[in-house]
């Protein structure tokens, strides 16, 4: 078992920048993959970004490249997703979650955090 706590939601304005933190509970020596998910009200659970813990090959969803970057600290057992060029279609309950295997999917992730908000303002 492990917890997730994301801190480092809140609101900007468009344009604007934030730096995410998501920081596990103990050591992510058994986990594969950490992801950045978000819902806005009304719509599914999406996948913005993913890492691979031990290759550091990461991966995004379309409508963020070029504006959002993950990135791992192993020692502090925590991933950051900064993003920058924040748009107003950014605001979202953003999650963190974890996984002992490669996923994509929300539905395939064991291990979730409990969000924190970002709200961009146009």
């Known amino acids: 078992q492990v917890r997730l706590m994301e801190s480092g939601g809140g609101l900007v304005q468009s344009g604007g920048s934030l730096n995410l933190s998501c920081a596990a509970s103990?050591?992510?020596?058994?986990?594969?993959?950490m992801g950045w998910f978000r819902q806005a009200p009304g719509k599914e659970r999406e996948g913005v970004a993913y890492?691979?813990?031990?290759?550091?090959?990461?991966y995004y969803t379309d409508s963020v490249k070029g504006r959002f970057t993950i990135v791992k600290d192993n020692a502090k057992n925590t991933v950051y997703l900064q993003m920058n060029s924040l748009k107003p279609e950014d605001t979202a309950v953003y999650y963190c979650?974890?996984?002992?295997?490669?996923?994509?999917?929300?539905?395939?992730?064991?291990?979730w955090g409990q969000g924190t908000q970002v709200t961009v303002s146009s």
């Open positions: 890492i691979l813990l031990m290759a550091g090959n990461r």
């Open positions: 979650a974890a996984d002992t295997m490669w996923n994509i999917r929300a539905e395939r992730y064991d291990y």
């Open positions: 103990r050591d992510t020596l058994d986990l594969t993959a």
